[in-house]
């Protein structure tokens, strides 16, 4: 029979991207298994999903349980573990996030966030953040920016969707403050030219910037869109669909700032890997939205929700692991920074961690060469990486919660190596 990559590529559209050819079996933790026995640390986790490494016991029994009573109800009838899974997320969302609604991807949690803003502000406006990641469905994909190849053969998109500047200091070769003064000034003036914020029921922001390359937002900026958004009457929305579940070695990005959202949407790690996101605000928000307004036949699903809620009771005791993790990496990124002169720059939040590959540290020309070369020389090593970065050219340092520090050096270590084999080659 022929190879499963040959197969896969016979009746699979190769529109959807995979990063490797490891013909996975199992996984467990941190390590994936493939055909032949051969074992590899995922440090993609899945691509930010599986933070409590894959296939975690207690998620897998709490799922497995479920499996064997109910599997589906396709809002017929009501059920215990959508009613767990959410009196969880309203223990550990930020204040006023009290209510949610379940939906299947984090496109669709955006989506139906965005609906749920615009129909109960009775405004249409949206303003998205310049490299941010939102989705690729229809309505979605008119709110990401990270890459203006996510468009090409879909325009026109959606309507009276403005996009502003998001602050990034280090690409701009901005001081913060700089970065941040010119990302408000761009927005007011927006506001000045092009719509009126009394049409804008939404300002919608990553607080971490995922695909758009690992850029944390400044607090003062967020601050700055908080005034703003009280100033005009406009929500403010986090999509916390990949900062989320502890990536950040917190609940959400959203604990490391002052400012709350009105609304937020959550997918990825929530359920560990199976299919499922979440969006929420506060109760009256939520119920002035009448039913109908909104559905779905699979969102909250029996099974997704059980493993939901088990999920959330096994994070809790590893916050405090993902927080020396992280400021573990933090420090060896850096140290590896004062070495490796391909290091543009290091940035992140909690185990959301990006390193910038360049050619040259004065231009800051982004280097996709020498990430390739990088994630090919600890792919070869059985460390599995990837980038994000309209560039292709930032390391995604994205390392399950249960990473033991050995494991979490050792990867460190193949990639300084790496590096070095990169700096050599190059000459
Ligand atoms: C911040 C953010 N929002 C939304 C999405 C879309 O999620 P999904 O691929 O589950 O539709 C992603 C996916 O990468 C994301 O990172």
């Known amino acids: 029979m022929a190879d499963l990559v040959s197969r896969h590529n016979d009746v699979i559209a190769p529109v959807i991207a995979f990063d490797t050819d490891i013909r996975a079996v199992e996984a467990q933790g941190i390590w994936v298994t493939d055909i032949e026995g051969r074992r590899w640390a995922d440090f ?41 899974a959410a009196e969880r997320l309203r223990r550990i969302t930020p204040d006023g996030i009290e209510k ?27 303003i998205t953040f310049r490299g941010g ?32 500047p998001f602050p990034h200091a280090y690409r701009w070769g901005m001081s913060n403050d700089q970065a941040i003064d010119h990302s408000l000034g761009e927005l007011r003036s927006m506001f000045k030219h092009v719509v009126t914020p009394k049409n804008i ?37 986090y999509d916390e669909v990949q900062t989320g579940f502890g990536r ?19 997918g990825k790690g929530i359920a560990n890997g199976l299919p499922l996101s979440a969006y929420g605000t506060t109760a009256e928000r ?38 020396e993790l992280s400021s573990h990496a933090m420090r060896r990124f850096h140290e590896l920074a004062e070495r490796h002169q391909t290091i543009g720059d290091v940035r ?24 390739k070369h990088v994630q090919q020389h600890v792919l070869d090593r059985d460390l599995i990486i990837i980038d994000c970065g309209p560039d292709g050219n930032v390391l995604r340092f994205i390392p399950a919660l249960v990473t033991t520090h050995e494991e979490l050096d050792w990867a460190i270590d193949l990639i300084d190596d790496g590096l070095g084999s990169w700096e050599t080659t190059k000459g």
């Open 44 to 84: 993609a986790c899945g691509t930010a999903v599986a933070n409590l490494g894959h296939n975690h016991p207690t998620v897998v029994a709490a799922a497995g349980a479920q499996l064997q009573r109910l599997v589906h109800s396709g809002c017929i009838f009501r059920y215990d573990s959508i009613v767990e």
């Open 100 to 126: 949610f609604a379940f939906a299947n991807s984090g496109a669709e949690a955006v989506e139906a966030v965005v609906k749920l803003a615009r129909y109960t502000s009775g405004r249409q406006g949206v």
């Open 133 to 164: 990641f939102h989705g690729r469905t229809m309505g979605s994909v008119a709110y990401t920016t990270s890459n203006a190849r996510y468009r090409d053969g879909y325009h026109p998109v959606l309507g009276s969707v403005f996009v502003s």
């Open 201 to 237: 029921a939404c300002f919608l922001i990553e607080l971490v910037q995922g695909e758009g390359g690992y850029i944390p937002a400044p607090s003062r900026f967020i601050d700055e869109l908080r005034a703003l958004a009280d100033e005009h009457g406009i929500l403010l929305i």
């Open 248 to 266: 950040t070695a917190e609940w959400f990005a959203s604990v490391h700032y002052q400012a709350k959202p009105d609304l937020m949407a959550m």
């Open 286 to 323: 939520i119920d002035s939205w009448p039913v109908g307004a909104h559905g779905t036949t699979f969102g909250g699903n029996p099974v997704a929700t059980a493993a939901a809620a088990a999920v959330i009771d096994v994070m809790e005791g590893l916050l405090p692991h993902a927080r």
């Open 348 to 371: 992140g939040l909690g185990l959301m961690i990006g390193v910038e590959l360049v050619e040259d540290r004065h231009t800051r020309t982004p280097d996709a060469k020498a990430f």
